[in-house]
């Protein structure tokens, strides 16, 4: 069955210079490589400064079992190896969570992981999640007077204090603490930060700077981002609670539906038309106008490069691979971050010495 779509809908407004040539990629896409992002819920107990999830106008709610299991059979069935079970809203308000990881790890899902930002993580429910087969927690995490600055509302000594419980707990080893960086903290509060993560037995695992959730309308965004391929739309699938397949994890209104797995298969919706069309026109530089407003990939490759640069992330992702939880990433995809910084400090210099 074919999947139907308002093909005008993904007309590409907004055409650019091609992006950095990336002969990896077609218009096709191959599930064993790609991860399947599935919203249990879009709800959330948290407002935090850096997210738009307090002005979200899409309906909230939880994912019918019914739903959920379709897609992790025929998603399983498909390739996929990688879920994760999180997107926009808070995964520990799931009740069904550590049953639904079991579901998925019975299918044949190899790699299970969510984000978190850890308000109701207790020490039994990070066993209790553990047991059932999730394989890495990336929890959001701040220095201290970031994270209060940036989370109201939230008790921090409360936080902080059942963080601590978690100390004696075996299984915090599938932790992996995620730093959203939005530049309000001093390098000193940074090393107190990792040193309270230490203390706690907790490791930092990667770094983001806040990205603008393809919502810059400055003039300024298209050019910044004209350069960048962004892998997103063939590393994952993502699903919301109701099953309406959305273009990434930043399209958090669905702007562009590619489908409903409520009914669609997902071989269908991976293989549309439309979904074909977004990808080989992304190839050839000519993005949908969210794309053109996005920094995500910008910050993606500054990231991907720094990680590679770092001592920390090489050694943390050597213990997560020899521990089972995580695969090395490709070397390719490490010569190919460290030549995009290159490539772009060689063009800044070049519009220097023009001015
Ligand atoms: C949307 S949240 C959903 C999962 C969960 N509620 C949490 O906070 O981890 C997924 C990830 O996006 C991150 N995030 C939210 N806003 C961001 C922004 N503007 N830039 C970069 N990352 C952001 C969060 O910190 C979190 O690590
Ligand atoms: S970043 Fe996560 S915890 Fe914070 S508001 Fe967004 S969804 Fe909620
Ligand atoms: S560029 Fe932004 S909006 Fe477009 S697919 Fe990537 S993350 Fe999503």
Redesign the pocket.
């Known amino acids: 069955m074919n999947v139907s779509h308002n093909t005008e809908q993904f007309e590409c407004v907004v055409p650019h210079v091609p992006a950095i040539w990336d002969n990896r990629r077609t218009e096709r896409v191959c599930p064993s490589k790609m991860t399947l992002r599935i919203e249990t819920t879009n709800c959330?107990n948290?407002r935090?400064t850096?997210?738009p999830?307090a002005s979200l106008k899409r309906s909230r709610g939880f994912m019918d079992d019914r739903i959920f299991e379709k897609i992790i059979t025929e998603g399983a069935a498909a390739g996929f190896r990688k879920a994760f079970l999180?997107?926009?809203?808070?995964?520990l308000l799931d009740k069904k969570l550590a049953r639904r990881i079991a579901f998925a790890k019975q299918a044949g899902f190899s790699n299970i992981a969510?984000?978190?930002?850890g308000s109701r993580l207790t020490s039994e429910w990070l066993s209790e999640l553990a047991k059932a087969g999730l394989t890495t927690l990336?929890?959001?995490l701040s220095p201290i007077r970031e994270f209060a600055e940036t989370r109201p509302g939230v008790c921090v000594e409360e936080f902080i204090e059942s963080l601590r419980t978690l100390r004696d707990n075996p299984d915090r080893k599938i932790i992996a603490v995620?730093y959203?960086k939005t530049g309000r903290s001093l390098p000193q509060e940074e090393k107190e930060f990792l040193a309270f993560l230490a203390s706690i037995g907790l490791r930092l695992f990667s770094t983001?700077?806040?990205?603008?959730?393809g919502r810059d309308d400055s003039a300024s965004a298209a050019p910044r981002v004209q350069n960048y391929l962004c892998p997103e739309l063939w590393v994952t699938l993502n699903v919301i609670w109701t099953g309406q397949v959305q273009l990434c994890?930043v399209d958090q209104e669905g702007e562009y539906v590619l489908g409903n797995l409520a009914e669609d298969s997902i071989t269908d919706v991976l293989e549309s038309e439309a979904w074909r069309r977004i990808r080989s026109n992304h190839l050839k530089g000519q993005f949908l106008a969210k794309c053109a407003k996005c920094d995500v990939p910008a910050?993606a490759a500054g990231r991907s490069a720094n990680m590679t640069l770092s001592c920390r992330y090489m050694l943390g992702m050597l213990r997560m691979y020899l521990s089972g939880t995580a695969s090395i990433p490709p070397l390719g995809s490490a010569i190919r971050a460290v030549g995009r910084i290159y490539w772009n400090a060689f063009k800044k210099s070049l519009s220097r010495a023009a001015r």
Do not use: Q, V
């Not at 969510?114 to 930002?117: G, K, L, Q």
């Open positions: 959330c948290f935090c850096f997210c999830h999180s997107n926009f809203g808070e995964p969510i984000f978190s930002n990336n929890l959001s995620n959203i983001f700077d806040e990205h603008n959730w994890c910050k």
